[in-house]
């Protein structure tokens, strides 16, 4: 594994790759790592596959945006064009979950040629209600929470309310985890202000542009509210052939399985001929 800093616009994202044979690009979503996208299986690598991670800006190791509002996704967008001009990338398989689905997408819109392949993993994203203004408050809360209190400020913020009985204590270790790892969790909170008011594109409709392999993973409500399975459905049947992966009743989400998604990027990547 080797760990490098790509240089954009006054960031620099923590970046690391391992494996060899056909470029795979994993982003993570709001307020985790690079490290929580397929968990911390090495499935891909054992498989073939090179294996390219980073932190979004503000995020983990990477350093904050320049300024507080930066955090959208034409920044997000660029900053992934970056990383793969800087590793030499010319195309890759994207597997992206919800910021880094949304990001996938901005790029599959903007330089198709670049993406052999998606998986979009629990989006989130809702072009008609992205302006609402309780949607906006409440994320206005968790950053003002994680900003004045941390990470016990976030949980404060998020409630118990918001988490189902069964999956409770995993969701609030989890959450705890992931933002025990940022190294400037203010400037996670200003993307907690900016990325919900961002729009990775306009409608869904102009997901139907989409032409490469790709499957999009949705999470039972139950399990992950915050990321609607019907969304997760909508984008599915907007993308041209796109592969609808959902959960088994009763069972973990297959977003919170690592060695699972691993097997799905890898299938992308057969079908997209970078297997």
């Known amino acids: ?40 299986s090495r499935a891909l690598q054992r498989s073939g596959h090179r294996v390219i991670a980073f932190d979004a800006r503000g995020h983990g190791r990477s350093t904050p945006a320049p300024e507080p509002d930066a955090y959208g996704y034409d ?3 660029r900053d992934l064009e970056a990383v793969l001009d800087q590793l030499s990338v010319e195309r890759a398989v994207l597997a992206g979950a919800s910021m880094g689905a ?3 997408l901005w790029l599959a819109l903007r330089s198709p040629e670049r993406v052999g392949g998606m998986v979009v993993i629990t989006p989130a994203y809702e072009p008609d209600r992205n302006d609402d203004p309780e949607r906006l408050a409440r994320w206005d809360a968790l950053a003002d929470g994680l900003a004045s ?16 009985d069964p999956w409770r204590e995993s969701v609030v270790k989890v959450i705890r985890q992931r933002l025990a790892q940022h190294r400037h969790p203010r400037a996670v909170a200003d993307a907690l202000r900016a990325v919900p008011r961002s729009r990775p594109f ?7 542009a989409i032409s490469v392999p790709c499957a999009v993973v ?17 984008y599915a049947a907007a993308i041209p052939g796109a592969r609808l992966v959902s959960d088994e009743p009763g069972r973990s989400p297959v977003a919170w399985q690592g060695s699972q998604l691993s097997r799905l990027i890898a299938e992308v990547a057969a079908e997209a001929g970078l297997g």
Do not use: C, K, N, W
């Open 1 to 40: 594994m080797t760990d490098q800093v790509v240089e954009r616009a006054g960031v620099s994202l923590a970046v690391e790759q391992d494996g060899d044979g056909a470029p795979v690009v994993l982003l993570h979503g709001l307020t985790a790592t690079r490290r929580y996208v397929v968990m911390g």
């Open 75 to 77: 920044e997000l967008g």
């Open 102 to 104: 949304h990001t996938i």
């Open 149 to 164: 209190g941390g990470v016990e400020g976030f949980l404060a913020a998020y409630g118990e309310a918001e988490i189902p």
């Open 202 to 208: 306009r409608s869904l409709d102009e997901l139907a």
């Open 218 to 234: 949705a999470s039972a409500d139950e399990a992950d509210p915050g990321h609607p399975q019907a969304v997760g459905e909508a």
